[in-house]
């Protein structure tokens, strides 16, 4: 059985930063690409960030681009999300997700992704 259980959301003003985290529980973290997603009140859940099995290849949505970070630790079977130079647009609920497992692929759309944290709020004053 796969949990992931993120925390790290909170309200800032625009310009901070913040660092998400969502911890894996179970086996075989290293196995699965991971990715961070979010919804905005009446929009759809968009793709933010996601980072492969090993660490190597990160991709980011262009609305990110240059002011968020993904990163992982396979030992500690977490992946962080570094939220720099906020923006009120950026507010929403945050939330991981693990899938592609055993392959190079890393994805961004929701569909390729197995398991899905239950979000953290990321409210962003102006």
């Known amino acids: 059985q796969v949990q992931l259980v993120e925390s790290g959301g909170g309200l800032v003003q625009a310009g901070g930063s913040l660092r998400l985290s969502c911890l894996y529980y179970?086996?075989?973290?290293?196995?699965?690409?991971m990715g961070w997603f979010r919804q905005a009140p009446g929009k759809e859940r968009e793709f933010v960030a996601a980072?492969?099995?090993?660490?190597?290849?990160?991709y980011y949505a262009d609305s990110v681009k240059g002011r968020f970070t993904i990163s992982r630790d396979n030992a500690k079977n977490t992946v962080y999300l570094q939220m720099n130079s906020l923006k009120p647009e950026d507010t929403a609920v945050y939330y991981c997700?693990?899938?592609?497992?055993?392959?190079?692929?890393?994805?961004?759309?929701?569909?390729?992704?197995?398991?899905w944290g239950q979000g953290t709020q990321v409210t962003v004053s102006s």
């Open positions: 997700a693990a899938g592609g497992r055993g392959s190079t692929h890393v994805g961004a759309r929701a569909y390729e992704y197995d398991y």
């Open positions: 179970g086996r075989t973290f290293s196995s699965y690409a």
């Open positions: 980072i492969s099995w090993s660490g190597a290849g990160t």
